[in-house]
């Protein structure tokens, strides 16, 4: 079952994982000193937060993966939609290691799809930050 995915921009990292663990009623299931994230079952989403620089709030939107053959699936439905599809690949974001695509919406909203194979200690290796 895939799981959807929310990464919003935050000025005050703390401030927001204290607003959002009440909102929620749990803590993080990941923080670091400029991240959080948590794995929510009710609802069904990964909800993510970052002290980043730039403009405040949705970052983007995603859907989890939770296999291969889920993303393979994904991929397919990007494909259809005829925007520009960027085939990320694997890659190291958000401390954790993921196999990912990208589409931008008719808004220009960013769109990622992905499927989490491992954990990192990096939030990224990329030479500019991901998301």
């Not at 079952?1 to 204290?18: A, I, Q, Y």
Request: hydrophobic share 30%; aromatic share 10%; charged share 30%.
């Amino acid at each position: 079952m895939k799981r959807m995915h929310v990464m919003l921009k935050v000025n005050d990292l703390e401030e927001s994982v204290e607003f959002y663990s009440t909102l929620f009623g749990v803590a993080p299931t990941k923080q670091k000193d400029d991240y959080a994230k948590w794995m929510l079952d009710d609802p069904r989403v990964n909800f993510s937060i970052a002290q980043r620089e730039g403009d405040k709030g949705i970052e983007h939107l995603g859907i989890q993966a939770e296999n291969e053959k889920e993303l393979g699936e994904l991929r397919t439905k990007i494909d259809r939609t005829h925007g520009l599809a960027r085939n990320e690949g694997d890659t190291t974001c958000c401390y954790a290691n993921s196999d990912k695509s990208w589409i931008t919406d008719p808004q220009g909203v960013e769109w990622e799809a992905f499927y989490t194979f491992g954990e990192s200690e990096d939030y990224s290796t990329q030479e500019t930050a991901c998301c």
